[in-house]
Each structure stands twice: as structure tokens, then as C-alpha cells.
């Protein structure tokens, strides 16, 4: 079982529309959790982190749910510039150093 | 600052042949990583360093794999000898620190590797 897992999608959304997309872990002793965003055919770049009490930029909003050790990004009011992989991404403490830990992503497909 | 870059873009090669790709880490940045991306297996850490000094390998799929990181501007990842299943993308990212709250990674735009 990977220690990192979300639904690959693809998520084929209207513009206007609200989705979410979750991520699960496996590993208790993950420390730090965040949103990369990846376009076709590029390097992922930081969407967001997502802290405890959960946090908001602009028209996303990331959760984290330690208890049920999964992370979440719900994205308001979607653009067409929305279209994108979403990778989350957990740092796992291992052997005394933080090893991030991708995702394989969630496709998102935002259409007129 | 110019980013993370990375050489070659693009490479081919044949089965059997050695393939070095080189990357320079964002300066001032005392974290580099190497990622190799595929469809089946996504993003997956191959080793990453501090100051130039290998913190965890154990991502580095076999023998055929090694890093080096000899200066603090410059590092490579050699594959000999080069597989088919060796195919990928393979991503150079660097961080200007490894503590909470700061574990931001900035990628180069990525070396497409195809071995015939």
C-alpha cells in the first residue's frame, strides 16, 4: 500500500463549480503536509501548506484531519487556469530526517 | 534568480549506455533533491542532500544509480548501465531549509530521459 494516496480522477468540473479533492496517509508520524500543483508537462510548483487549524488562500482552502490522517483542498469558484495535477505531498519523519512523500495526483479538468 | 536548472531537457539513448544528468540548485539553498516521475509509480525521492552531504538514499532504485553533489552549485545523477525501465522524468529540486515551518521545494523543469 502506497503511504500516500489520492484518487487519480480526472475531475471534469464546469468553471463557477466547487471540488474537493482528499489525500490519505498511512504513516502517524507525518510531520508536515502540503499542496503542489503540476501543469502538463512541468515541474510541480507549491500550491499551499496545510497547517492543523486549516487554512485559506484566496479560493482554496486546505484541511488537515490528524485523526483520520488525511489532507484535503477544496477550490471555489473554478477557472479554466484551475486545469492542473494536484499532488499532496506528506513529510514522513524517517530514520531521523523528513522524507517528502508524494502523491501520484488528482487531475482536474475545468471546462466552459 | 534564474530557478533550479537542469541539463539535459531532453536526452535518448541506447540500452547499455551511461547517462549523467546535472543539475544547479538555487544559490544559497543548503537542500537538493533528485525525483524520478513516471506514470505507473508518480513522484518518487531518489536521494536528497544537505550542505552537499547524502542524507537519505534510500530511494536509489539499484547499484546502477548514484548521485553526487561535489560543490554546493552543482550535482549529478548517473545511470550506468542505462534500462528501458530507466525511462522517465527526472526532476532537480533544492530548498533553502528542511525545518518546520519551511519545507518549500522549488523544482528545475525536469530532464525527459528515454533509453531504446
Known amino acids: 500500500r502506497k503511504e500516500v494516496e489520492q484518487d487519480p480522477g480526472p475531475f471534469n468540473v464546469p468553471e463557477g463549480a466547487t471540488v474537493a479533492f482528499n489525500c490519505t496517509y498511512s504513516?502517524?508520524?507525518?510531520?508536515?503536509f502540503f499542496w503542489y500543483r503540476q501543469d502538463c508537462r512541468k515541474e510541480p510548483k507549491l500550491l499551499m501548506s496545510v497547517y492543523s487549524s486549516g487554512n485559506e488562500d484566496g479560493r482554496f482552502t486546505a484541511q488537515l484531519n490528524r485523526a483520520s490522517q488525511y489532507i484535503s483542498l477544496l477550490i471555489r469558484d473554478s477557472k479554466l487556469s484551475d486545469s492542473a495535477t494536484y499532488l499532496c505531498v506528506v513529510n514522513l519523519l524517517s530514520g531521523g530526517s523528513y522524507i517528502p512523500t508524494f502523491g501520484r495526483g488528482t487531475s482536474l479538468i475545468v471546462h466552459p | 534568480d534564474a530557478g533550479v536548472i537542469q541539463s539535459p531537457r531532453h536526452e535518448v539513448t541506447e540500452m547499455g549506455q551511461e547517462v549523467t544528468l546535472r543539475c544547479k540548485p538555487i544559490?544559497?539553498?543548503?537542500?537538493l533533491f533528485w525525483y524520478r516521475q513516471t506514470m505507473m509509480r508518480g513522484l518518487e525521492l531518489l536521494i536528497y542532500f544537505n550542505n552537499n552531504v547524502p542524507i537519505d538514499d534510500s530511494g536509489m532504485p539499484e547499484d546502477r544509480f548514484s548521485a553526487k553533489m561535489p560543490n554546493a552549485s552543482f550535482s549529478t545523477l548517473k545511470i550506468q548501465p542505462s534500462e528501458p525501465r530507466d525511462s522517465a522524468v527526472y526532476f532537480c529540486?533544492?530548498?533553502?531549509?528542511?525545518?518546520?515551518?519551511?519545507?518549500?521545494?522549488?523544482f528545475g523543469p525536469g530532464t525527459r530521459l528515454t533509453v531504446t
Open positions: 504513516n502517524s508520524a507525518s510531520q508536515s
Open positions: 544559490s544559497g539553498h543548503d537542500y
Open positions: 529540486a533544492s530548498s533553502l531549509r528542511w525545518t518546520l515551518p519551511s519545507y518549500e521545494q522549488y
